[in-house]
């Protein structure tokens, strides 16, 4: 409450002061080759008081201030300024080839792209509302060169995609300067995306290691003009587009044969399989069963997704205001759509200047977002469908009565995702965020501003879940008819009622200085900012079990026997200061200098300060007299920056000793008795991340403006990683040594984008290709290493060349290189080569054969080789490409990665010919025969019938090469189609623009998945490396249809 | 001046806008001042031991682990549906210089670590001596559990018997193993210090005089064993003097004996065996001859998965059918006449029809509370196991009621007999992992065949006979008049089935080779007669249950290259 009385003091002392100043009117003409250039924004200089320029290229301002000059800007044309000296002035607007004056935000600050030193990257609002997301973060894909992004799949709610700058870990994420998640924004709300690769993100200190996303909201349009409404609606139609496919009935029953299974015992009563036809067969009607596919069974074909924005954007002279209201509603493709999200944003950015020199904003943004769904875990779900056999019928005839899927254990995932089955949860969250900043420009000194602003942000999180009991049943028409041919199998789950709450407050003051000024060929940037944060966060949650009715699912009419409750509190603080210098003469030489402090109260008081600096130079080689003249160079900058950042979200009070309390507690004698445990030895001086990048950049722009490129090496080094010094430490030791900041390891690698546009006939038309490339290796690593000197020194060395990531590439995966299958017994009697330890008494035709990589007779770890990379993609590229033609334009964009492995296992692994669980893939039903050891010879690749009823034999479970792909894709990420209507037809309906479009993403895919291709995305697969792929609800394809008006 | 004046306004709040309160503290810490001074939150403390000292692996969360299963598993007592569930991959599993399967390594060094710390915060503490006595009594009782459970995997263990501060020396940072004599003696020796100070009259759930008894005829046993049965090693890692082997039967007996004359738990009996003897798992507390156990709460959410997994279908609402008693496990339990396991098993050739009141219904009252056998009556209905249905009529079943074609799937295609015991018969269709039925460590029974093993290896031959036949006689099964070590075996594994001791009596007896290695297991596919109700049966190989290795290295499970490479001066298990 302090502060607030000093934010009162403020508002006090700037409200005082105003004056007045006479006025004066200029006019003027705007043309561009030869023809009248309507839509330039005309302002006065330091103020924002402007007009633009009509049909005719007309303009009319009166002035607000004496002596001041003119500013006329136009979106692809270079900027002019000039001075008031006489009543008319008329203007030539040329062409900016470059896009050098295109404004660049960057950390607390904003600047043109020709005079920015660091590697920021930028979207414009255009790019964002070209076709609709779901998730805001999937617009980012394929924009910026070295941001990695994937797409993890496409459930309503739980669809972002993982954004990575480098493949550094998550970047820090802020909204209008606050720290906030983008994927919940409307992109129709977004002005621009500047990403932060290099030391320009050091400004953001102990939180910017990871690099730095900055996103800036609309507001009031740069001149005076009357309101702009915008309408942009959509309508989409999504469908999977990864789907596996698994066996008919009569495939599935002939590998039940095949591995001495039995068809019939793994059929209903009802199926019978003749063995000569090898057809399963309906006993009652005597006609070919052909079997169910559970996984189409699951899905819609389309699901309908609808995104409307409606917003208004002005300015009058006191007045700028941005107001907008979005929707999205999007259904989930499960058949009976009980899976639904929507979310409303509604955001207000209001400037008002109250007088020459004080002026003020009130931002104030509102979502609420809602996930509606069965109540159901998606994995737990898909790990179910997968069990879905053939010859059991996902619906039955009379559908009141739960299916199961054939497997041993009673699962239902058609009814899992069904409401009136297992229950519901509703999770909502709301998030409310109020600004208000008061900017004064010093009058005394000139070129000095002062702002003061307070951000609110308060979340809710409120999630409730209807748990319920459902039974499943068999069904068998030999029974008898109706009712009677069905039989109880088992139910799922039991009653229960949970209600969550999570409330979030946070408090974000900030105060910064801002001095800008220019001396002839000099000019000078300085800002310093103070801000801090303070957050608390408290968690309730509530069940019972067994309500007495579902007429009335609330805890109150639950049962008091298993009555639970939690509460959890948290808290946390940053404080900082933050400042800048930008210095540049002649416009050529450019240099910037910053420096942040953090503090947090995550670490010990000792050494809570953390300090960040960076430097950064650019020589703009095309303003030199040597290249100024030149025909073919536009532009040429060389850019180096240096800087250390941090990464503080590591470690909570691990500076601190004590006893830990814990929620669960043991049994004595019928009653709970608490349990406490130690915290472990402390490390007082345990402290943050420190990551230092160096990056050196080269950009141009060639034959005006054909080519273009820009290109930055970098070389990040990230240090002070916690780390368990343990190697000094035997496991007898007992304790958990603390946490200590002893790791270091390192990324390198670069981004290249160039970008090409011509014009052929009446057709011009883009491309801008982007590839980038990153890599890390561990530099140290707190492990053990073994002397290799001494007895032991060759099986010391053996150990370290294993196991030891000190000096090595941090994406090796270890594991045996394998040489096919046994395919005869005596094959196995003869291996020269003990592959189980027990001279190969253990294995059975069909294991695979492991290649002994040390000759020593005996496969163990000393065999295990490199057969794989990470599940990160090294490699990142893609294409923006789009071409016009009169009223119509077509962009699309190609993006794709490589250099990352793809392991298949679980049930889209090849080993899932199955009695009770996963049932087999079609892939696995059509490449189970393999080239005999002669090579002409198919022999039937029988899994051994030992273990087929679970999968995977024993022995062929530790990794090997079998069943892991380096993979790589290139995907057809959006197409789009706009049509621009005829103005003469917009005039006559009175709007001002009609805009529609037809969009499409995730159209086609090339991947070199071989086998599985098309059962499952390269793309989900990456983000889920060691996870089940086969448990991921799958990216969708989607067609839409949009339009924007305006008026 | 006055802007000078505004100026320094401007400057003020600048600052004080930079500043938070930085000195949070966590909201879940208590220090280390106040655990000191006071007998609750150390009794706190002791109890964090109790909770993670795996008395039994417990899995509700994790549904795939069935960690609880593994020894029974790995011991061959009985096997699981299917061979990815990790018990059978753990039976698979040859554990090579990389370590043992992740479901039978078990490493106690951070419970044992604060044992010692509780013992030296109580060797300073000034509360009631009383208090202080029993409480380092008690951290000693779990630090002998925990040194037994890993003693019995890897052999002689590095001893940690104090909480050694991070800046100790090299030198006694990294100790080398003790012997495996040096640590049985260890642990017998927390056990006597238990003895001494822990009460007699004890609260269900915690250690008491009695449980310490019980577990040092237990740890006694297994030293003894190792004595007399396997090999010396040249460290004494991996053996224990035959010397002392008579010293640790001693022992043995004279613990089981202390708890079996005790008279504070005798064995349970009642009227009707085949109830007596199964209520004596699914009750637990209130039944005398429990000594120690874990205990359960489904209404405060401390529950476990057991009937989950074992209940057969037709029963049970998620897993279940899980739990597969092989043929040869069966031919261990007596007829109620005394006449041997296997006495009918020769019927079992897929065309001999029989009654199965005599050849299922009349065996030894443990087998029958045990295992759900073919048309058991269970909650008032029958539990099928017939793989199909023979000729034409419409007998109906032993409960009364019709007859299906087939069992279910689950039920006839695998043993043909599941796992009963432990599982309470009046919760009806539990949900899978809320159980509360109590677990059992240590009972009477085992006293019983502790000390007549015991007392037999010592020569003390009557005595020997009175206890197997006093355990016997309690489920009303004939006594022997001559006594065997094998018939000790066999009775230890009739009363103690499914109870989590078989593997680890093999790997101590020695036996597991011949007991184990390779050996085909079988079940059995039952088939009705519509029209009488009789039964055939076949035994049969089920299509995973062979390949089980148990090679001369697994009597001793590795340390592992990343134990090792933590302490030079550890020496790994021979064969790895």
């Known amino acids: 409450m302090k502060k607030l009385n000093f934010m009162t003091i403020l508002i ?158 998550s970047a820090l994420i802020l909204v209008d300067g606050v720290e906030s998640t983008l994927g919940q924004i409307d992109p129709n709300d977004i002005q621009s995306i500047s990403v932060l690769k290099d030391a320009a993100a050091t400004i953001y200190g102990a939180r910017a290691g990871n690099g730095v996303i900055l996103v800036t909201t609309k507001r009031g349009s740069d001149a005076a003009e009357g309101t702009k409404f915008n309408y942009h609606g959509t309508t989409t139609w999504s469908s999977l587009i990864t789907m596996p496919k698994t066996v008919n009935a009569h495939q599935f029953a002939e590998l039940m044969e095949e591995n001495g299974l039995g068809a019939e015992n793994e059929m209903p009563e009802y199926l019978n399989y003749d063995t000569t036809r090898k057809r399963v067969v309906n006993s009652i009607t005597g006609e070919d069963f052909d079997g169910v596919d559970w996984y189409r069974t699951m899905y819609k074909d389309w699901t309908p997704q609808k995104q409307h924005n409606l917003s208004a954007r002005g300015r009058s002279d006191k007045m700028g205001y941005f107001i907008s209201l979005g929707l999205t509603d999007t259904e989930s493709a499960f058949r009976d759509a009980d899976y639904i999200s929507n979310r409303f944003n509604i955001r207000s950015n209001l400037d008002a200047k109250f007088t020459d020199n004080f002026s003020a904003q009130l931002d104030l943004s509102y979502r609420q977002t809602t996930l509606d769904r069965a109540n159901f875990g998606i994995s737990e779900m898909y790990n179910r469908l997968g069990t879905g056999k053939p010859t059991n019928l996902p619906i039955f005839p009379n559908p009141d009565f739960a299916s199961q899927t054939g497997a041993a254990t009673p699962y239902s995932p058609i009814y899992m995702v069904k409401k009136s089955h297992s229950g519901s949860r509703v999770d909502r969250d709301n998030n409310l965020q109020a600004r208000i900043s008061l900017k004064y420009e010093v009058p005394f000194i000139d070129g000095l501003t002062a702002t003061a602003s307070l951000n609110m942000e308060t979340q809710t999180e409120w999630n409730k879940q209807i748990q319920k009991k459902f039974n499943m049943y068999t069904y068998n028409p030999l029974l008898g008819e109706g009712d009677a041919a069905y039989e109880f199998f088992g139910t799922y789950q039991r009653d229960m009622i949970s209600v969550n709450s999570d409330r979030d407050l946070e408090l974000l003051p900030k105060f910064t200085l801002n001095y800008e000024n220019s001396w002839g060929e000099h000019d000078l940037k300085a800002i310093f900012v103070a801000e801090s944060t303070t957050f608390e966060r408290d968690y309730l949650m509530a069940s019972r079990t067994d309500p007495l009715s579902w007429e009335a699912p609330y805890l109150n009419y639950s049962s008091e026997a298993e009555r639970d409750n939690a509460e959890i509190f948290l808290e946390s603080a940053r404080s900082s200061y933050v400042g800048r210098v930008n210095y540049d003469y002649k416009q050529k030489y450019l240099f910037e200098a910053t420096m942040r402090a953090d503090a947090t109260a995550r670490y010990a008081a000792v050494g809570r300060w953390g300090y960040f600096p960076s430097v950064s130079f650019g020589w703009r080689i095309s303003q030199e007299d040597f290249m100024k003249n030149s025909t073919d160079w536009n532009n040429l900058k060389l850019r180096a920056s240096y800087g250390l950042m941090g990464n503080d979200a590591v470690s909570n009070f691990d500076f601190l000793t004590g006893y830990n309390i814990s929620s669960g507690f043991y049994m004595f004698d019928g009653k709970p008795f608490p349990i406490i445990s130690s915290a472990g030895l402390a490390n007082a001086l345990v402290t943050w991340e420190t990551m230092k990048i160096a990056n050196i950049g080269i950009e141009g722009t060639l034959w005006n403006g054909s080519l273009g490129f820009e290109l930055d090496v970098f070389y990040r080094v990230r240090e002070d990683i916690l780390a368990i010094p343990d190697s000094d430490i035997p496991f007898h030791f007992g304790a958990s040594l603390p946490n200590t900041n002893l790791n270091s390891r390192d990324n390198r690698g670069f981004d290249l984008m160039l970008k090409h546009k011509g014009k052929i006939g009446n057709i011009s038309y883009n491309i801008r290709p982007m590839v980038s490339y990153s890599r890390g290796k561990y530099i140290k690593w707190e492990e053990d290493i073994l002397p290799t000197d001494g007895v032991d020194a060759d099986a010391n060395a053996a150990y370290n060349k294993r196991y030891v990531l000190t000096g090595n590439w941090d994406d090796r995966q270890w594991g045996y290189q394998t040489n096919g299958f046994f395919t005869t017994q005596s094959q196995i009697d003869n291996h020269p080569v003990d592959i189980d330890g027990a001279n190969n008494a253990t294995l059975i035709v069909g294991n695979l054969i492991k290649i002994d990589q040390n000759g020593d007779g005996l496969i163990d770890w000393r065999d ?12 990142n590229y893609s294409t923006n490409m789009g071409a016009k033609w009169k009223n119509w334009s077509v962009d699309m964009l190609w993006q794709g990665a490589s250099g990352y492995t793809i392991t298949f296992q679980g049930s889209a692994g090849p080993w899932s010919h199955s009695g009770h669980q996963t049932v087999s893939k079609n892939f696995a039903y059509e490449n189970r025969s393999i080239r005999g050891a002669n090579g002409d010879i198919e022999i039937l690749r029988a899994f051994p019938p030992t273990f087929t009823t679970g999968g995977m034999p024993q022995v062929d479970q530790n990794a090997s090469d079998f069943n892991r792909v380096d993979a790589m894709y290139l995907r057809l990420k959006t197409v789009n189609l706009t049509y621009n209507v005829e103005n003469k037809l917009v005039d006559k309906l009175g709007l001002n623009s009609i805009q529609v479009y037809l969009a499409a993403s995730n159209l086609l895919t090339i991947d070199n998945l071989g086998v ?36 | 001046m006055i802007k000078m004046k505004k100026l320094t306004y401007l400057l003020i709040v600048l600052f004080a806008f930079g500043c938070a309160d930085l000195d949070l503290s966590p909201t879940d810490m208590i220090s280390e001042e106040a655990v000191k001074k006071d007998p609750q939150l150390v009794e706190a403390f002791l109890t964090k031991i109790y909770a993670s000292a795996v008395f039994e692996p417990n899995e509700v969360s994790g549904m795939n682990g069935q960690e609880r299963l593994t020894d029974a598993v790995v011991g061959g007592e009985y096997t699981l549906m299917a061979p990815w569930q990790n018990a059978v991959k753990a039976s698979y599993d040859i554990p090579t210089t990389s370590g043992a399967h992740n479901n039978l390594n078990r490493w106690h060094y951070g419970n044992i670590r604060s044992c010692n710390e509780i013992i030296e915060i109580l060797n300073d503490a000034s509360f009631d001596p009383q208090i202080i006595k029993q409480q380092i009594a008690e951290a000693k009782f779990l630090r002998a559990w925990m040194y037994l459970d890993m003693a019995k995997r890897y052999g002689g263990m590095p001893l940690e018997l104090t909480a050694k501060p991070i800046d100790s020396s090299v030198e006694k940072l990294m100790i080398p193993r003790s012997t495996l004599q040096a640590t049985y003696d260890q642990i017998i020796s927390d056990l006597d210090a238990g003895i001494l100070d822990l009460p007699v009259q004890v609260i269900y759930g915690k250690a008491s005089k009695w449980a310490a008894h019980a577990l040092k005829s237990r740890a006694a046993l297994y030293a003894a064993r190792i004595a007399k049965y396997h090999p010396q090693s040249s460290n004494g890692f991996t053996s224990i003097p035959l010397g002392s082997a008579s010293s640790y039967y001693a022992m043995a007996l004279a613990s089981a004996n202390a708890v079996i004359d005790g008279g504070k738990h005798p064995l349970h009996s009642g009227s009707n065996n085949v109830t007596a003897f199964g209520e004596i798992f699914y009750k637990v507390k209130g039944i005398s001859e429990v000594i120690f156990s874990e205990e359960y709460n489904t209404a405060l959410g401390k529950t476990h998965a057991w009937s989950g997994y074992a209940l057969p279908d037709g029963f049970k609402a998620g897993w279940g059918s899980n739990m597969h008693m092989y043929l040869a496990s069966e031919a261990r339990f007596e007829y109620q006449d005394g006449s041997a396991g296997d006495t009918h098993h020769a019927k079992f050739d897929n065309k001999t029809w029989f009654d199965i009141e005599e050849v299922v219904y009349k065996r030894d009252p443990r087998y029958l509370a045990s295992i759900f056998t073919p048309e058991e009556v269970f909650q008032g209905r029958e539990v099928w196991f017939h793989d199909n249905s023979v000729g034409t009529g419409d007998k109906l079943g032993r409960a009364g009621n019709a007859v299906p074609k087939r069992a279910p799937g689950r039920n006839r295609n695998r043993g043909g007999r599941l796992i009963q015991k432990r599982i309470h018969p009046d919760v009806e269709f539990p949900a899978f992992g809320t159980d509360d039925v109590d677990y059992i460590v240590l009972r009477t029974g085992e006293m019983y065949l502790n000390a007549s093993e015991a007392a037999f290896e010592t020569g003390e031959i009557t005595q020997a006979k009175d206890r197997l036949n006093a355990l016997r006689a309690r489920v009303d099964m004939p006594a022997k008049n001559t006594v065997t070590l094998d018939l000790i075996k066999n009775e230890r594994f009739v009363e103690l089935y499914a109870e989590n001791h078989r593997y680890w009596d093999l790997r101590t007896w020695k036996d597991a080779e011949a007991e184990l290695h390779l050996v085909t297991k079988f079940g059995t596919k039952w088939y009705r007669r519509k029209s009488d109700g009789m039964y055939k049966a076949k035994k049969w190989k089920w299509n995973f249950s062979q390949n089980t290795p148990f090679l001369p290295k697994m009597y001793w499970l590795p340390y592992g290259t990343d134990k090792l490479a933590d302490n030079p001066n550890l020496v790994e298990n021979p064969g790895y």
């Not at chain 1, 920021?120 to 924009?143: D, F, H, K, Y």
């Open chain 1, 1012 to 1047: 599985y291709s098309g059962s499952y995305d390269p793309e989900i697969v990456s983000g889920t490396e060691g996870g089940n792929i086969d448990r991921a609800y799958p990216n969708s394809k989607t067609m839409t249809t949009g339009i924007k008006i305006g008026f």
């Open chain 1, 864 to 875: 295990e080789v490199v057969i794989g990379q990470g599940g990160m993609p090294k490699w």
């Open chain 1, 12 to 169: 006090a002392f700037v409200f005082g002061i105003g004056s007045l100043f006479s006025q004066k009117s200029i006019t003027g003409t705007i043309t561009a080759d030869g023809l009248p250039l309507p839509g330039v924004s005309v302002i006065e200089q330091g103020t924002i008081n402007g007009v633009n320029s009509d049909f005719d290229g007309n303009y009319t301002i009166t002035l607000t201030k004496e002596n001041s000059s003119l500013t006329f800007s136009y979106l692809g044309f270079i900027t002019q300024s000039v001075s008031t000296s006489s009543a008319n002035i008329d203007i030539v607007m040329t062409v900016d080839i470059a896009s050098l004056e295109e404004v660049v935000v960057t950390g607390y600050g904003k600047t043109t792209k020709k005079t920015l030193t660091g590697a920021i990257g930028t979207v414009s609002s255009e790019a964002l509302t070209q076709r609709p997301a779901q998730n805001t973060t999937e617009l980012l894909m394929g924009q910026i060169a070295g941001l990695s992004t994937r797409q993890g799949g496409s459930l309503p709610g739980n669809d972002a995609a993982t954004l990575s700058i480098r493949n550094f870990g």
